[in-house]
């Protein structure tokens, strides 16, 4: 198994080194008159960001393979390079540097020529990189970023052997709702490991679609199990997730730091404050983030209305949103499922706080929120946490 393994990594190695090819010579056509190979890792990293990134990715993953391996008294297998050492040992690089080619380089130089190739470059590399910025943004917008606190339990559950293929899709999709270096590297070994088609699937596509290196692993040799090949389209509504915080399953061991009440026209407004408490360690529920696979907007019934009772009670505060959108001048609630969730978390005791964004008092303790940079104060992320040690 090390040495298939190890002729996998060669193999792939092989083929990554080919994906510089392309980038590097388009690189050449914009080189100066004198350059090093210095120069040409500046204008990589300044051209192709992406690629870079993945690359220092790549060295990680595989760095600390070999530091797991070392760590329990086994013999290394991968060796990566260092991303620069391993940009500089690549056959287009070794050619740009060469005395021949920067010889020839110089005897064609023309600045007129390469000023306007130089420019046309820059303005199509960086629409490039704006487009595939602006997608992994996308992708990422909606997650949180941070461990959710419960993820040591879903992690586990999902490799106890009596796990069905649902199962194991329902805790999957749970996880990427988060973004972390523990949940990334939970994909990454599902890639690595996991023997069911889909799922396996699932972890290489979900990991591209956030910009993270990954490589498809083929489908496995040997002896085939029906496991390999189960499939679940997991189709749920609210009803399937009542049953499952009814009973014990992982649902029910969920908790979140903050329940956020809102207006669904305040959803930018919402993923603003998720990211500004996400930077200090708070996890929040959304309902069409955190539950977005069983709680579609169609399918609202009265099991939502049970689900986000049971949210409420499995979150520490609740934070309403309080703009012109959820609340009126005369302070009537504009949303039946505002209402309720706040009654509830009234009933239930729960601490009760605000960011308020209308011409009105604030309804509950506020939250300085700075509009003008998406901030909340420092004082006020620690009144949160007073309110969580209270709770």
């Known amino acids: 198994m090390p040495g298939m393994m190890k002729r996998k990594y060669y ?18 056509q914009i080189l100066p008159y004198n350059y090093d190979k210095k120069l040409i890792l500046d204008l990589f990293i300044k051209f192709y960001p992406c690629e870079w990134s993945k690359l220092v990715q790549r060295y990680n ?19 990566h390079l260092s991303p620069i050492q391993f940009f500089y040992n690549l056959a287009k690089v070794k050619y740009l540097i060469s005395c021949g080619q920067i010889n020839k380089h110089k005897m064609n130089f023309d600045s007129e020529t390469q000023k306007l190739i130089c420019e046309s470059f820059t303005e199509a590399r960086r629409n490039k990189i704006d487009v595939y910025t602006h997608k992994l943004e996308k992708a990422k917008e909606n997650l949180q970023k941070i461990d959710p606190l419960y993820i040591e339990v879903f992690i586990a559950a999902y490799h106890q052997k009596s ?9 999957f999709n749970e996880l ?4 972390s270096d523990k949940i990334i590297t939970f994909f990454q070994k599902i890639n ?4 069911n088609n889909q799922i396996r699937r699932m972890a ?12 498809l692993r083929k489908n496995f040799k040997g002896k085939k199990k029906s496991y390999m090949f189960e499939k679940d389209d997991f189709n749920v509504s609210p009803k399937d997730l009542v049953e499952r915080i009814e009973s014990d399953s992982f649902q029910n061991k969920k908790t979140f730091d903050v329940f956020i009440s809102h207006s669904y026209l305040d959803s930018e407004f919402v993923k603003i404050v998720k990211d500004e408490l996400n930077k200090h360690n708070i996890t929040i529920y959304c309902d069409w983030a ?3 696979d069983f709680l579609r907007r169609k399918l609202a019934s009265e099991y939502t209305w049970i689900v986000l009772k049971k949210r409420i009670e499995q979150s520490r505060i609740i934070l309403f949103l309080q703009t012109d959108n959820s609340i009126s001048h ?29 011409d009105i008092q604030p309804i509950f303790t506020p939250l300085n929120f700075n509009a003008k940079n998406n901030s909340i104060s420092i004082q006020d992320i620690q009144k949160v946490n007073v309110f969580q040690y209270q709770n």
Request: glycine content about 4%.
């Open 290 to 292: 955190s539950d977005s």
């Open 192 to 195: 690595d490991s996991e023997r």
């Open 61 to 79: 993953y595989y760095h600390e393979k070999d530091l797991f391996l070392k760590k329990n008294g086994k013999k290394i297998r991968y060796n």
């Open 163 to 171: 796990r069905t293929t649902k199962e194991k899709i329902e805790i």
């Open 204 to 215: 290489f596509e979900h990991l591209q679609n956030i910009g993270v290196y990954v490589t």
């Open 176 to 179: 990427t709702k988060f973004y």
């Open 330 to 358: 005369n302070g009537h609630y504009l949303s039946k499922w505002i209402e309720m969730e706040i009654n509830h978390g009234v009933a239930l005791s729960k601490p009760m706080i605000c960011i308020n964004i209308t």
């Open 11 to 28: 193999s792939e190695t092989i083929d990554y080194t080919k994906s510089f090819t392309k980038p590097l010579s388009l690189i050449a």
